[in-house]
């Protein structure tokens, strides 16, 4: 059966500092990967999707970055934190191959920004 | 383009009434809808979803929906709430056949759901 790991689970990091969430599938190969965060009161907002190696597609600008050096691993980056980085960042993924399929979620990674 | 509303950002129910939790969307095509619960802390999971045929789906944990085309809804219902349905509940939509983000979900803000003893 599939999997998908997010690491960590939480994350306090100082305004200015680096990021990197990292997220993983098993079972499955030439998965679509998504990276969503979520802030209070505000839903689930998509940040990157990638349906390849090497393929990022980026929905909102920002002072993120995601990289897909491996079919399975997906990696959500920052230069620089901002205040308002600060949320629940949540990894999905789903089949590849076939359209309207559903997500599958990660656990999520609460980061604080201090 | 497709969108969903959920209405009601909090819905609060007793112990062992009907769950309603309800879904308007808009989509220019046939769409493909879902439901996920969330528990505190923890990502989401999916319920149930409709793609095709039957109208009414069963999904985990008792709950069901079901597709009215004429009302563009897919309301979450459960005839008999248990604290352990306490969560938020997000209700998503995507269109197969459309060109461009493939497989992308569009979610509702979502709705907290609040069982009573």
């Known amino acids: 059966s599939q999997t998908i790991h997010q690491w960590p689970a939480t994350l306090v990091q100082p305004v200015g500092s680096p990021l990197s969430l990292e997220c993983t599938v098993e079972?499955?190969?030439?998965?679509?990967l998504y990276w969503y965060r979520q802030a209070a009161g505000r839903g689930l907002q998509l940040l990157f999707y990638?349906?390849?190696?090497?393929?990022i597609s980026s929905e909102v600008p920002q002072n993120l970055s995601a990289s897909r050096p491996q079919d399975r691993q997906f990696i959500l980056s920052s230069k620089k934190l901002l205040l308002s980085d600060s949320g629940f960042y949540l990894c999905?993924?789903?089949?590849?191959?076939?359209?309207?399929?559903?997500?599958?979620f990660g656990d999520g990674t609460r980061l604080s920004i201090l | 383009a497709q969108s969903v509303t959920q209405l009601g950002s909090h819905v609060s129910v007793s112990e062992g009434a009907l769950v309603l939790l309800r879904c308007n969307y808009s989509?220019?095509?046939?769409?493909?809808l879902f439901w996920y619960v969330q528990y505190p802390n923890q990502g989401l999971q999916l319920l149930l979803k409709?793609?095709?045929?039957?109208?009414l789906v069963k999904g985990i944990n008792g709950f069901e929906a079901e597709f009215k085309k004429s009302e563009t809804s897919f309301h979450l219902t459960k005839p008999s709430a248990h604290m352990s349905d306490a969560a938020e509940y997000f209700c998503?939509?995507?269109?197969?056949?459309?060109?461009?983000?493939?497989?992308?979900?569009?979610f509702g803000k979502g709705t907290k759901l609040s069982v009573k003893p």
């Open positions: 998503a939509v995507t269109a197969p056949n459309y060109g461009g983000s493939q497989g992308n979900l569009i």
């Open positions: 079972g499955t190969s030439n998965p679509n």
């Open positions: 999905a993924w789903s089949v590849g191959t076939l359209k309207g399929q559903p997500q599958h």
């Open positions: 990638s349906v390849g190696i090497g393929q």
């Open positions: 989509s220019s095509v046939p769409p493909y």
């Open positions: 409709y793609t095709t045929g039957a109208t």
